[in-house]
Nanobody, 120 residues
């Protein structure tokens, strides 16, 4: 059974930093394209950053230069380093693992989310 577990959220002051972790179990992270999303009440889940199985990364404009996504395939863990945090970064942050299986079609897994609150 594939599980994704996020950690590292919390309360931070504006301008501060947090590092989120997403530990994957039950499969090999290296096989998946991975992403960090966030969601606020009443809004759709937003893709922030992605890291493909081949290692390339991409970011939404609102977090470019402030957030950095990385993966450690040996530890089956993905990270999101968040710097220069702003109140508008307050949200529940989710990690996602996705790949295409020839037999089962698209496989799509989500973590339970971790709350990030940016406030003075």
């Amino acid at each position: 059974q594939v599980q994704l577990v996020e950690s590292g959220g919390g309360l931070v002051q504006p301008g501060g930093s947090l590092r989120l972790s997403c530990v994957v179990s039950g499969t090999l992270l290296s096989r998946y394209d991975m992403g960090w999303y966030r969601q606020t009440p009443g809004k759709s889940r937003e893709l922030l950053a992605g890291t493909a199985s081949g290692g390339s990364t991409n970011y939404v404009d609102s977090v470019k230069g402030r957030f950095a996504i990385s993966r450690d395939n040996g530890k089956n863990t993905m990270y999101l380093q968040m710097n220069s945090l702003k109140p508008e970064d307050t949200a529940v942050y989710y990690c996602n693992a996705r790949r295409m299986s020839v037999v089962r079609g698209q496989l799509d897994y989500w973590g339970q989310g971790t709350q990030v609150t940016v406030s003075a």
